[in-house]
Every structure is written in C-alpha cells, then in structure tokens.
C-alpha cells in the first residue's frame, strides 16, 4: 500500500506519504505549508495514530516551514515525531555543536523539545553522498539534492534569508513582492513555442538548498523534489536513468518550485518517464505553476500522463478538452464539494 495526500499547503507544500502492509504502516510528512495551513491538517494529523516516523523540512521558505513551527509550537499536537530531517545552520557547514543562529526558530524547537534530528544521517546533513540509514521494510529512500557545494553557499547569508522568511524571534515573514500574473491561455496556449523556451535556472540561495528524495517501495517510485535546483535533480537523475535504458520510470513526481520554469527543464523531463505530475499550489503570491512548466511537461511529459492539482483552480486552467486530447493527459483536482487544497490518491 502506498497512499500519497496533497493537502492545503497555500501557496507552498504540505505532502504527506503514507506506506506499509498488512503488519506495518509508516508516514512521512513532507513540509508544513504556510502557519494558516496548520489548523487545517490538524484532522488529518489527528488520524496517523500519533506517530509521524519522518518529518522532512525541505528548507527555509516561509510557504513550507511556517506550518512545520506551527505544528511543533502546538501544546496539543496529536503526533510523536520520530526524525525530524532539515539543514540548519551547522549542517551547511557539515560543523558540530548546535546552536540556533539569532535565535532562529526552528533550530531553536528542535532543541529545546529534544526532537531526533537527522538521526538518519548520523546528526550531519542530509545531502547527496551523505550515508542514510533507512528503514529495513523493503522500501529504500535516497536524497537526489542538496549537494555540499549547495549547502555552503547558504551560509553566508543563513540570518538575512531565515530574517526574510520568519524564523527569526521579532521579524515577521518579508512579505514577497507582488509578481505579475501570467496571462493564461487556455486552449489557444502555445505549448510548442512556450516548451521550447529557454531554460533558465532558479537562483534562490534557499530553493537550490532543498532536499529533494527518490522513494521505492514495492516496484514504485516516488521523486519529492521541494524547490529544488533542476540542474542539481538532473546529476542524480541520470545515471539511474542511463541504468535504466535512458528514461527512469517513476509513478509520481513532485514539480519542483510548485511548477516554475526555473525548476523544470526538458532535459530532466527526457529523463524520466512519469505517469503522474503533482501540482501543489493554490497560486498565491507568485500565480504558479506557470505556463512555461506547464507546457513543458504537455510536450515533454510523456504520451500518457496525469496532473493532478490539489486546488480547484489552478487544474480549471488546464484542464482544457483540447489540450487533453492532443497532448495525452487529464487533470485531477479536489471534488466541488471536497476541501480545496487536499487531494489523496493510492499507488
């Protein structure tokens, strides 16, 4: 059994991986969303049967850590955290002896709290090359990014981006500029000429920190990707790839960056051959996904595919008779009279 739910992260992530057979279940909670989403996956929460084995931060940016400090804030809270994976400040400096810089407030919780702390990785960092001890229930989970190199350069400026993006006591979260809305198409969209754009990479100090994981269990394969840097994804990518005969089927991917053309290149989509495209975002703040992402992965995608979206909205968008019919895709979305921003599906 595997069961994958998208819940109402806003504008961000808040993805929670459950899998297991009839002797065993585990759950994985990837990231937190914005703190307005804390409130409502708190019934959710409430249903793991207390325990969440790994919670995984994948960085700094508000609209996925904010919710991660509301749930560890909550006097109440209904789970037990079994591993808590997130880079600090130490861990981009593979350092030891804790400390929380300024004050910040996740580093801060871990550790006054006394929750496990990347116990995977030995306490250091959870990065490419980086020993991990997974659990030994035939699943096997591996980290795709952030790589040393990627964690080092964060260093430098750690106060002024966890500052932007409240984790530091007395700053409220910088609010990010408004970003002009991308004019959507609908079934007049150029796919060809936008999938054809030229790549041009994310340059976010705090996005390419992400930590992006490839999971397997029983014959499926999951890719979680938060923010990550496409480049840095693509590198881990294709040697599993070439193993593979040139393309890694993989039954879900996570777009990186809630669907940016920044975080998604045709050259990682020529890699993997993928049955399902997650889309999580409401569109908030920055009217993702764009229709450069998009149009990628209607061109490049594969012939057969699903997107599922987890906000109505953002899935009426595409999901275009048209579109469908000439690029081989169909769209899932929440029920009209479901919670917007929560969709679950079983693998």
Known sequence: MIRFTMMPGQD?????????????????????????????????????????????????DQDHILGVLALLNDPERSVEIGDVWFNGFDHLLDAEGFG????????????????????????????????????????????????RRQLERLAPVWVKECAAHGLIPGRDPDEPPAVPGFEHFGGAVDVERLAATPFKADTSPTNVTSIGLLFEFEDRRIVLTGDADDRRLVESIRPRAEAAGGRLHVDVLKVAHHGSGRNLSNELLGLLDCDRYLIST???????????????????????????????????????TSLKNRFGYTVTAPEPDAQDGLVTFEL
């Open 12 to 60: 961000g992530d808040c993805l929670l991986l459950e899998y297991g057979d009839d002797t065993f279940v585990r759950r994985i909670l990837v990231d937190g969303g914005r703190a307005g989403t804390y409130p409502l996956i708190k019934p959710v929460l409430a249903g793991l049967d207390g325990l969440v084995d790994v919670l995984v931060v994948t960085h700094v």
């Open 100 to 147: 929380a810089q300024d004050g910040e407030k996740l580093t801060s919780a871990l550790l006054a709290q006394k929750v496990p702390w990347n116990d995977a990785f030995g306490g250091r960092g959870a990065e490419v090359g980086r020993q991990l001890g997974w659990f030994d229930d035939g699943s096997t989970m591996e980290v795709l990014s952030p790589d």
């Open 282 to 320: 409401s569109g908030a703040r920055h009217d993702h996904p764009d229709d450069i992402a998009m149009s990628r992965i209607l061109r490049h995608g594969g012939a057969r595919k699903e997107i599922v979206f987890n906000y109505r909205d953002r899935a009426a968008l595409w999901d275009v």
